[in-house]
């Protein structure tokens, strides 16, 4: 099959190139020329586990291409996948200027059927606004080319995301017509073979469907953060909760750790998003997801108010090291991420804080250029260097069995501030080190 996809982001130039690697043709667009030459010139932008070599392997091939041009991207696909970003706006809404400015390129470009695909993560009615634009555009030139809308959530996780699209756990399908079906059902064969996981519906409900998933994670990860502050507060333990209540089926131990909260592009803009499209097209007020997310909100400032209360609200003098940037290991996203607090509360109470980050270090530089107070290391031992205590934000696997005897001897005073409950503290606490994590 032929297909653009439009928009060459973390869901765009994944969806992109695993669609490639199983034969199809396809086009990448993007609106950021720097972009696509860093992927014309073999690099990719963006940190991902594996797919580098899979970008390349396709490009070699002739199967994957790059482009800026709108006109080359709407004449080459039949399937037209929009897959450009839909941050918060300034009210917490999503930002729909990018879908709906990718639907009317198409519009104004097309000489044939397409099934043009909302993948981006949008709220629910875009469907009918995507129709719109492109009709929109159709009519200006005063022609009639047939076209179909679809809604096709991608449910990628960040670090893992080649992996998720090769073998899904369900595919969404919102769509109202038979024969965009039947593409979609075509192009999703081959990430399929063992059983059917293609579940169409109308598409109002697909697109709904993208946004429960993602409040019910941020849920989960609320609702155990605030346990887990419980449980500081009554001496227990919320590792020995999280296994005791994992063991019920009906409750299952994925998502169930707490930490320094939730962030990346997709959880706080999404849960932000749902509420608001309830308040404003519905009339709805969104209790749990409203508590969901001031509760995150919330436990971004625990790490910050631990090293406070341990070091004293004054910090000026003391220096910090801090292990992770990115809002979650095996990616370089910074959007949202809960180290952003962490060093904003540290550096405004006086501190100075040097840090490392396996992948995100530039992305962290771009973000925090104008942050004096702030240092980076090359590497997570000289990180340690004069700090009088370590911090740890994401969890990356290096992070797991450090060389304990180094860390104490290092720091100044042997202090971890444990924001992803990494270590056993018995262990940790055994080998001489007050040990500060979230619930234990
Ligand atoms: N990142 C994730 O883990 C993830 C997972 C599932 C769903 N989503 C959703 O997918 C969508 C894209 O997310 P992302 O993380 O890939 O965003 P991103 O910011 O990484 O990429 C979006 C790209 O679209 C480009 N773009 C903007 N307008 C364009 C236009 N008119 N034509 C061509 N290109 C254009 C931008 O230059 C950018 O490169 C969002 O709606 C997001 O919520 C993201």
């Not at 099934?115 to 993560?121: L, M, Y």
């Not at 979650?328 to 180290?339: C, G, I, L, V, Y």
Request: contains cysteine; glycine residues 8%.
């Amino acid at each position: 099959m032929k297909i653009t996809v439009i928009g060459t982001g973390y869901v765009g130039l994944v969806s992109g190139t695993c669609l490639a690697e199983v034969g199809n043709d396809v086009l990448c667009l993007d609106v950021d020329p720097a972009k696509i030459k860093t992927l014309e010139e073999g690099g990719i932008p963006i940190f991902e586990p594996g797919l580098q070599e899979m970008v390349r392997r396709n490009v070699a091939a002739g199967r994957l291409h790059f482009s800026t041009d709108l006109e080359r991207a709407a004449h080459f696909g039949t399937i037209m996948f929009i897959a450009v970003g839909t941050p918060p706006g300034e009210d917490g809404s999503a930002d729909m200027k990018y879908v709906t400015a990718a639907a009317r390129n198409i519009g104004k470009y097309m000489t044939d059927y397409k099934v043009i695909v909302d993948k981006s993560t949008v709220p629910v009615g875009t469907a009918d606004i995507v129709k719109a634009a492109v009709a929109e555009e159709l009519k200006k030139r005063g022609v009639d080319t047939p076209f179909s809308v679809v809604s096709n959530p991608e449910f990628l996780k960040e670090g893992a995301a080649v992996e998720d699209f090769m073998r899904p756990d369900r595919i969404i399908v919102g769509c109202d017509d038979e024969q965009a079906v039947l593409y979609m059902r075509a192009l999703y064969a081959p990430f399929q073979r063992k059983h059917d996981r293609l579940i169409v519906m109308d598409i109002r409900s697909a697109e709904l469907t993208k946004y429960a998933a993602n409040a019910m994670l941020a849920t989960r990860i609320s609702f155990m953060n605030e346990l887990a502050n419980l449980a500081e507060k009554l001496g227990a333990d919320i590792e020995s909760v999280r296994k005791g209540i994992g063991s019920d089926p009906r409750i299952g131990y994925d998502f169930l750790y707490s930490g320094a909260g939730y962030g990346g592009s997709c959880f706080p803009k999404d849960v932000k998003a749902l509420i608001k499209t309830a308040a404003v097209d519905a009339g709805m007020e969104l209790q749990v997801l409203t508590a969901v997310e001031s509760a995150n909100d919330a436990q971004k400032h625990v790490l910050g108010t631990k090293i406070k209360a341990r070091f004293g609200n004054d910090l000026a003098g003391k220096h910090f090291a801090l292990w992770g940037l990115a809002f979650k290991a095996n990616t370089d996203d910074m959007r949202e991420a809960t180290s952003r607090e962490v060093i904003k509360d540290l550096l405004a109470a006086g501190a100075t804080v040097t840090a490392f980050d396996p992948e995100a270090m530039p992305e962290a530089q771009h973000c925090f250029a104008d942050l004096k107070g702030l240092s980076y290391a090359p590497n997570q031992t000289a990180a340690l260097k004069n700090a009088d205590a370590l911090v740890i934000v994401t969890e990356w696997k290096e992070f797991r069995s450090p060389d304990f005897d180094t860390l104490k001897a290092k720091l100044k005073t042997p202090v971890i501030f444990d924001g992803r409950n990494m270590y056993d503290p018995k262990l940790v606490r055994g080998l001489g080190f007050e040990y500060l994590a979230i619930g234990r």
